[in-house]
């Protein structure tokens, strides 16, 4: 007996939670072929992983670079996230899918694409079997999973602004989209109820997705419609149920109606004054678990999010959002609005970054906030945004700070990355132009070095949060553990060395410690050497 490739002498974290273990690996014809004393086990190739550990690829749950994925220069471009120990990403988050593309939203999704990508993607497909179809003709540099937007459908439909309700003929349309969706091997639906059109739909209309995911057997995940104890999206008073809350109900009302599996998307609290809803938030998560939902969440490991410049609008702008924009009247009860809101949840627009201001007249600014750029430009603060978000088409991608924490005080996101429904995810993409997330490039290792080491859970725990967790979320069997057959996404790092280096104002820079990366048993990292052409990765049909 032969193999391939044998890592020797590491300690393994399989992935379960289970206690480190002394074990070598085998790798044959990209899978796990042998665990245990393999000494005598001869190998085409040996890797010495003596004081290290090795753990299975980690799984990137909620993920937006499904866009960045057919492009030439993807292997180069994704690098962060294989040198940060990521194996497998999980797309079409958010309700923002590149499929199904219509005569409907094809100009919509071209121009949305921007938000993600430098350039607007050339859409050749019209569904998502031929999406993934594409993606099977690209050398993919990791693993790529796709859920299907609802926000995509419903814009297929009835166009991306449409407020109205889909009528009885439109709601069997996106049926037929959803369920060939499904088919063709997405691994859930996803909700986007805090963007355009997702954040007009309504309970039934969403209770009728989770069921067709139910149908299949697969996972409903939702962007719930408010992250903050206070949003112009309800009309309920706050000081009895946090507008946050009522939405998270909501969703968690949709998935009992339809007897789903739900994902709480980004589990978040914004604004300094919203921190405090956390443990009301998470108690509403136990719960409707406790009541028999099979439900969990996600969190990225930052107190800053990235988003459009758009999402701070009320649902009732969106369709004229430009020309009330650029409207006196229209902003003077525009800034009203938002200063009460805004002083209601610890939250202003001098907590917002910009990453890529996508308008030429503004890319001065990228990487400074708000607040800063305004004054560089001799603007008011509220005429700024507003013109970056109408000069910028509504593509202006922003960092938007105090998500759970904010200069130092982190008690809310502690508290939801250390619960056991907890997974780990990065909520990020990459571009060439402007000003990076840090989570692109530290989300994993920063789990695994900062949090670990200050005590918040055991190692195995954090791996089991970024890999076996995840799995179990999608039904994964065969990714996301170490054990016999299992497919060779392997990750192999030295816990005494392992930081995250990446921070806000110096996004871009690798973290230390992880030293290989295989992708379906291919090395794809090698200490400082990343092999962008690999091609290693598989579209992973569920």
């Known amino acids: 007996m032969s193999c391939d490739l044998k890592l020797a002498g590491g300690q393994v974290i399989d992935g379960t939670g289970a206690p480190r273990f002394a074990a070598d690996i085998a790798l044959s014809a990209g899978r796990i072929s042998a665990i245990g004393d393999l000494e005598a086990l001869e190998a085409r190739e040996t890797l010495d992983c003596t004081g290290r550990i090795i753990a299975p690829g980690f799984i990137d749950l909620h993920s937006h670079s499904d866009w960045l994925v057919p492009g030439a220069d993807c292997g180069a471009l994704v690098e962060p996230f294989l040198r940060q120990g990521m194996t497998t990403i999980v797309g079409g988050n958010c309700g923002f899918s590149p499929a199904p593309v219509t005569d409907c939203n094809h100009d919509a999704l071209q121009s949305a694409s921007r938000l993600i990508v430098d350039n607007e993607l050339d859409l050749q497909w019209r569904n998502m079997d031929e999406f993934l179809g594409a993606l099977e003709q690209t050398p993919l540099p990791?693993?790529?999973?796709e859920l299907v937007g609802h926000g995509a459908i419903r814009a297929g439909v009835t166009g991306n602004l449409n407020p109205e309700d889909p009528t009885g003929s439109e709601l069997a349309e996106m049926e037929r989209h959803t369920r060939e969706a499904l088919d063709a091997g997405c691994v859930g639906i996803s909700t986007g109820l805090g963007y355009p059109p997702?954040?007009?739909a309504k309970p039934p209309e969403l209770t009728a997705y989770a069921q067709w995911a139910a149908d299949a057997g697969k996972l409903f995940t939702s962007h719930v419609r408010a992250y903050s104890r206070v949003s112009p999206v309800f009309q309920s008073d706050p000081a009895e149920i946090p507008h946050n809350i009522q939405a998270l109900q909501e969703v968690i009302d949709v998935a009992r109606a339809a007897d789903v599996r739900?994902?709480?998307?980004?589990?978040?609290?914004?604004?300094?004054?919203?921190?405090?809803?956390?443990?009301?938030?998470?108690?509403?998560?136990?719960?409707?678990?406790a009541g028999g939902l099979d439900v969990?969440?996600?969190?990225?490991?930052?107190?800053?999010?990235?988003?459009?410049?758009?999402?701070?609008?009320?649902?009732?702008?969106?369709?004229?959002?430009?020309?009330?924009?650029?409207?006196?009247?229209?902003?003077?009860?525009?800034?009203?609005l938002g200063n009460s809101v805004f002083s209601q949840i610890g939250f202003f627009l001098e907590d917002i970054q910009i990453m890529n201001a996508n308008a030429a007249a503004f890319e001065q600014y990228n990487g400074l906030f708000i607040g800063e750029a305004a004054k560089c430009a001799g603007l008011d603060i509220w005429e700024f945004y507003a013109r970056l978000v109408v000069d910028s088409q509504r593509n202006a991608r922003?960092?938007?700070?105090?998500?759970?924490?904010?200069?130092g005080e982190e008690d809310a996101l502690r508290s939801v990355l250390a619960h056991p429904l907890c997974s780990i995810e990065t909520d990020t993409f990459l571009t060439n132009e402007g000003h990076q997330n840090p989570a692109s490039y530290g989300t994993f290792p920063r789990v695994l070095a900062t949090y670990v080491r200050e005590g918040l859970f055991t190692l195995?725990?954090?791996?089991?949060?970024?890999?076996?967790?995840?799995?179990?979320?999608l039904g994964w069997i065969e990714r996301g553990r170490i054990h016999d057959g299992a497919a060779?996404?392997?990750?192999?790092?030295?816990?005494?060395?392992?930081?995250?280096?990446?921070?806000?104002?110096?996004?871009d820079r690798f973290p230390t410690g992880i030293e290989r990366v295989l992708v379906n048993g291919i090395q794809v990292v090698?200490?400082?050497?990343?092999?962008?052409?690999?091609?290693?990765?598989?579209?992973l049909r569920g």
């Open 398 to 407: 922003v960092l938007n700070h105090t998500y759970s924490g904010h200069d």
């Open 526 to 539: 090698d200490h400082d050497r990343y092999d962008a052409n690999a091609g290693a990765g598989q579209v």
């Open 142 to 145: 990791l693993n790529v999973a």
């Open 488 to 507: 060779a996404d392997l990750v192999v790092f030295d816990p005494a060395a392992l930081a995250d280096n990446a921070t806000f104002d110096e996004p």
């Open 460 to 473: 195995e725990e954090a791996v089991r949060k970024m890999t076996g967790g995840a799995a179990d979320r």
């Open 296 to 336: 969990a969440f996600d969190a990225f490991p930052y107190t800053a999010g990235n988003t459009t410049a758009s999402v701070l609008f009320p649902p009732e702008m969106l369709p004229h959002l430009e020309s009330m924009l650029q409207s006196p009247d229209a902003m003077n009860g525009m800034r009203s």
């Open 198 to 200: 997702g954040i007009f």
């Open 262 to 289: 739900l994902q709480l998307s980004h589990l978040i609290f914004v604004g300094r004054k919203t921190w405090p809803t956390c443990e009301r938030a998470i108690a509403c998560i136990e719960e409707a678990r």
